[in-house]
């Protein structure tokens, strides 16, 4: 039996597990210590209490022989996909059709599935720094040889944000096939403007090439001026495709769905040269790997969109954003310098003078008990960085950032 050879290109262990693996050694050791997680983006709220009515209905429903349902449609209940064209696009003057929205449990599975429907030998353009997943599923897939000295894997083209350009690249010079755009961005914060995505969807245009467009943070801006989607900018549903979640929107981290928007306009070319829609691609796959999510979460996730879902949910994204705003303050105050936290839950900061990402860490975790998640773990260029997650309650990010001032104030 032969393994996939690529898996040996990738890092021993994925971010976020090593960073567990290393606050269970940490509290192993200092068993009194209150260590505070502001590492992974993991919601911390409850449930709206909408959501939670709408699930125990659908519950209730699946116990009885009337309304028991088995196999729902592989791309979405119709009373989810219609409330996503409404809320999410009509009311942006956006025009999606029903059969290009795709449900799914995550936006982190399409973002690691959806490489299956390009070509082996397709070219990739990645941020750096850059969410892990884009690069690992291109790893697996076997795009590349082993990474480099520097961390970088030979083929992929890596568009450097950084402090200069406000850590939101330009399009590449170089011919490439597809990249991968997430804007509010994750890791650093910051969010593309309407002129920078209209570059982009330009040169798209121009060079025939593909956006994957990572939305998931989008109900965090708070900007009217800036877009939460890319079809807002014309032309863009002939050269990206769209990302969202409930996970951050609706706190469903643990509940898992969301979608992706693959308009049909937007095409590849075959082996003969013919353009083939993505749209029949992906659901091809999606259909042959996918059986749907649930109609219990699907419920929950339509209840997000009804007038008191939306309400709840506003407020749970109005703390988190709160949160931003106290430790984007509290660590400007304290000498940090600082970026993000305005349009998304996250803080990106410059590591103190001499420590890389991963010697912040383990200080920060040592002097203040405080997790976070060191920027070398998305990519070469997130060296000298470090992620806070806006994501807990008001009382711990509070304590967090006293403990934090106190340490390197």
């Known amino acids: 039996m032969r393994i996939n050879e690529h898996y040996a290109k990738l890092p021993a262990s994925y971010l976020f597990p090593e960073i567990g693996r290393r606050v269970r050694s940490f509290a192993a050791a200092h068993p009194d210590a209150k260590v505070i997680r502001l590492g992974i983006g993991d919601v911390t709220e409850p449930l709206a209490p909408a959501i939670v009515e709408a699930m125990h209905a659908a519950v209730d429903e699946m116990g009885t022989r009337e309304s028991f349902r088995g196999y729902g449609p592989e791309q979405g209940y119709d009373f989810l996909v219609e409330a996503i064209r409404a809320n999410d696009y009509k009311?942006?003057?956006?025009?999606?059709?029903?059969?290009?929205?795709?449900?799914?449990?995550?936006?982190?599975?399409?973002?690691?599935?959806?490489?299956?429907?390009?070509a082996h030998a397709a070219k990739i353009a990645i941020t750096d720094p850059v969410y892990p997943v884009y690069v690992d599923s291109n790893v697996m897939a076997g795009r590349t040889d082993a990474a480099g000295a520097d961390g970088r894997y030979p083929g992929f083209t890596y568009l450097v944000g950084d402090e200069a350009n406000?850590?939101?690249?330009?399009?590449?010079?170089?011919?490439?096939?597809?990249?991968?755009?997430?804007?509010?961005?994750?890791?650093?914060?910051?969010?593309?403007?309407?002129?920078?995505?209209?570059?982009?969807?330009?040169?798209?245009?121009?060079?025939?090439?593909?956006?994957?467009?990572?939305?998931?943070?989008?109900?965090?801006?708070?900007?009217?001026?800036?877009?939460?989607?890319?079809?807002?900018?014309?032309?863009?549903?002939d050269v990206a495709l769209e990302l969202r979640s409930f996970s951050k929107r609706a706190g469903f981290t643990g509940v898992r769905c969301a979608f992706m928007v693959v308009p049909k306009g937007v095409t590849g070319l075959d082996p003969e040269g013919k353009r083939v829609a993505l749209n029949t691609l992906w659901a091809r796959r999606h259909t042959t790997k996918f059986n749907g999510a649930s109609y219990i979460v699907q419920k929950g996730a339509a209840a997000a969109y009804s007038p008191a879902g939306l309400a709840q949910t506003n407020a749970q994204i109005e703390l988190y954003m709160e949160n931003a705003r106290l430790l984007r303050e509290g660590l400007t105050a304290a000498g940090f310098t600082i970026f993000g936290g305005v349009h998304a839950p996250y803080i990106w900061l410059r590591t103190p003078a001499g420590l890389t990402s991963w010697q912040f860490f383990d200080r920060l975790l040592e002097t203040a008990n405080v997790v976070g998640t060191p920027g070398a773990g998305f990519g070469p260029a997130g060296e000298g960085y470090f992620r806070l997650s806006a994501f807990n309650s008001r009382a711990n990010v509070e304590e967090a950032i006293a403990r934090i001032r106190k340490a390197f104030g």
């Open 91 to 118: 009311a942006r003057g956006i025009d999606i059709a029903a059969d290009e929205i795709f449900v799914s449990d995550g936006s982190k599975c399409d973002s690691g599935n959806v490489q299956e429907i390009f």
């Open 166 to 237: 406000g850590f939101q690249p330009e399009p590449p010079s170089t011919p490439v096939d597809v990249v991968y755009l997430c804007s509010p961005n994750n890791p650093t914060g910051t969010v593309a403007t309407r002129d920078q995505l209209t570059r982009w969807v330009e040169w798209a245009k121009r060079t025939d090439s593909v956006i994957l467009f990572d939305a998931a943070y989008e109900s965090y801006i708070s900007d009217p001026s800036l877009p939460h989607s890319i079809y807002e900018i014309p032309g863009a549903k």
